[in-house]
């Protein structure tokens, strides 16, 4: 069965403390994996899309890189604004039209 | 501007009243998809369309039906709500392969 879990359920840092958020996925063979953003009381905002393991992706503060088995949410000297929950998703080869999104991490960063 | 539109945003109801949520988008897109977001379960995708006149249904499509007559419109139909269908709910479109593009959501509460 096509699952995502991403981890760690919520996440606390200081402005500027670098950090990661990881989602591992289990799917029969990835057509592609996205990362999006939430704020409250919004629709998810699209971030990035990675394709193939090694690829890697990046944009202002944010980094997103893949393996075979997970991703990784790499963000660098966060400030306030980047608070927001961080949604995983993945889309299956046997699938065009199944994405299977994880519960998301709420990343909180204090000023 | 390319958006998604969701109406209504806020809808507080009673049990067995049916009810509608319109969705449009402005992008042409060939793929749309109705998901309803609950704490700790994530997005779970509950009917998708392919193009017009080609749905499908996701994970959780018990007690919803949903048409696709034209190219930009999808509209969502709880015939008879119940309460266990009280959620945040995000209509999303895209391309062929592209990434998602969601709406800003509909609250709904069914009493």
């Known amino acids: 069965e096509d699952q995502v879990t991403q981890s760690p359920e919520a996440l606390r840092l200081q402005e500027g403390e670098s950090s990661s958020l990881n989602c591992s996925y289990t799917v029969s063979g990835l057509r592609g994996l996205f990362w999006y953003r939430q704020d409250p009381g919004k629709g998810p905002e699209f971030l990035f899309t990675?394709?193939?393991a090694g690829e890697e992706k990046e944009k202002e503060r944010l980094k997103a890189t893949l393996t075979k088995k997970e991703s990784f949410l790499h963000i660098t000297a966060p400030k306030p604004e980047d608070s927001a929950t961080y949604l995983c998703a993945v889309q299956a080869r046997s699938s065009a039209s199944k994405i299977i999104f994880g519960s998301g991490t709420r990343l909180s960063i204090r000023p | 501007e390319a958006q998604v539109t969701q109406n209504p945003r806020y809808l507080i109801t009673v049990t067995g009243k049916k009810l509608t949520v319109t969705c449009s988008q402005n992008?042409?897109?060939?793929?749309m998809s109705w998901y309803r977001q609950d704490p700790g379960l994530g997005l779970r995708q509950i009917y998708y369309?392919?193009?017009?006149?080609?749905?499908d249904k996701g994970d959780v499509p018990e007690g919803y039906k949903v048409s696709r007559k034209e190219k930009r419109n999808f509209p969502l139909i709880l015939e008879s709500p119940s309460p266990n269908q009280t959620s945040l709910y995000f209509c999303?479109?895209?391309?062929?392969?592209?990434?998602?593009?969601f709406g800003d959501g509909t609250r709904l509460s069914i009493l």
């Open positions: 369309s392919m193009n017009v006149e080609v749905t």
């Open positions: 992008m042409n897109h060939e793929y």
């Open positions: 990675l394709y193939s």
């Open positions: 999303a479109s895209r391309a062929a392969d592209g990434p998602q593009h």
